[in-house]
């Protein structure tokens, strides 16, 4: 079976993570995403928001969950059983960066990191532009899913 974990703080999701996510659903049996909890970071939406936004955005995908963790990554993925943590690439900075985390976490696990390119139309899209966008009252709603509306 192949199990990936898709991590992030997803605050909020974007259109991005979503094409990352619908991109990946063909290539893995289960797709996992993992909201992490970093208590050091300040979040915008409370967790449970967050988790509900990315529940929401794949009610009719059988095959994406979505749960909350602490701590590294890979000793998720041993505990759930993935194989592959699921990373998607904007830019070369976002590559390497990701690069030294997949190669440290293939130095501490069997862990796999299989990256997307993130499409071309939402290439420039961030959690924190969307925060940004937000917090100046902002047109948002091309940014990110249906599910994430802020009254």
């Not at 991109?23 to 939406?45: C, H, Q, S, T, W």
Request: hydrophobic share 40%; glycine share 6%; charged share 30%.
């Amino acid at each position: 079976m192949r199990k990936a974990i898709f991590p992030g703080s997803f605050d909020p999701i974007t259109r991005g993570h979503e094409d990352i996510i619908k991109r990946g659903i063909p290539l893995f049996d289960e797709i996992v995403i993992a909201i992490g909890i970093n208590a050091e970071k300040k979040y915008m939406f409370p967790l449970e928001e967050r988790k509900r936004f990315i529940e929401e955005t794949f009610k009719d995908e059988p095959k994406v969950s979505v749960i909350t963790y602490e701590g590294l990554t890979i000793d998720l993925c041993k505990k759930i059983g993935a194989n592959f943590i699921l990373r998607g690439l904007r830019n070369p900075a976002d590559f390497e960066f990701e690069k030294a985390i997949a190669h440290t976490n293939r130095h501490l696990s069997k862990i796999e990191t299989v990256f997307l390119l993130t499409a071309a139309s939402t290439s420039y899209i961030s959690s924190s532009i969307v925060r940004d966008v937000l917090r100046h009252g902002g047109e948002y709603e091309l940014l990110v899913p249906k599910a994430v509306r802020v009254k």
